[in-house]
Nanobody, 127 residues
Framework: QVQLVESGGGLVQPGGSLRLACAAS????????IGWFRQVPGKEREGLSC???????YYVDSVKGRFSISRDIAKNTVYLEINGLKPEDTAVYYC?????????????????????WGQGTQVTVTV
């Protein structure tokens, strides 16, 4: 049974940094891609970044340069580091696995292309 657990969120001031973690069980990162999304109440879930099973990272244009995805195979954990945090980064951040047959590749960063969502971790950026 695949399970993803996000952590690392919190309250941070603008300009600060956070490193979010997505701990995986029931799968190994050398066979699965992992995607990161975020959601603000009342809005659709937004795709941010994905890392393939062979450690290639992809980002949506809006987060390039500020977000960095990485993984620790030994810990079976994927990280999303966010630098230069802005109030508009306030959201619940989720990780998920591809829902298609090729689970080692990153599909489009659209929520319908992913499954096995974690419970999310809240990031709040405020003065």
């Amino acid at each position: 049974q695949v399970q993803l657990v996000e952590s690392g969120g919190g309250l941070v001031q603008p300009g600060g940094s956070l490193r979010l973690a997505c701990a995986a069980s029931g799968l190994t990162l050398d066979r699965y891609a992992i995607g990161w999304f975020r959601q603000v109440p009342g809005k659709e879930r937004e795709g941010l970044s994905c890392i393939t099973s062979d450690d290639n990272g992809y980002y949506v244009d809006s987060v390039k340069g500020r977000f960095s995805i990485s993984r620790d195979i030994a810990k079976n954990t994927v990280y999303l580091e966010i630098n230069g945090l802005k109030p508009e980064d306030t959201a619940v951040y989720y990780c998920a696995t591809p829902s298609g047959r090729l689970k080692y590749l990153c599909p489009l960063l659209e929520p319908d292309e992913y499954e096995n969502w974690g419970q999310g971790t809240q990031v709040t950026v405020t003065v």
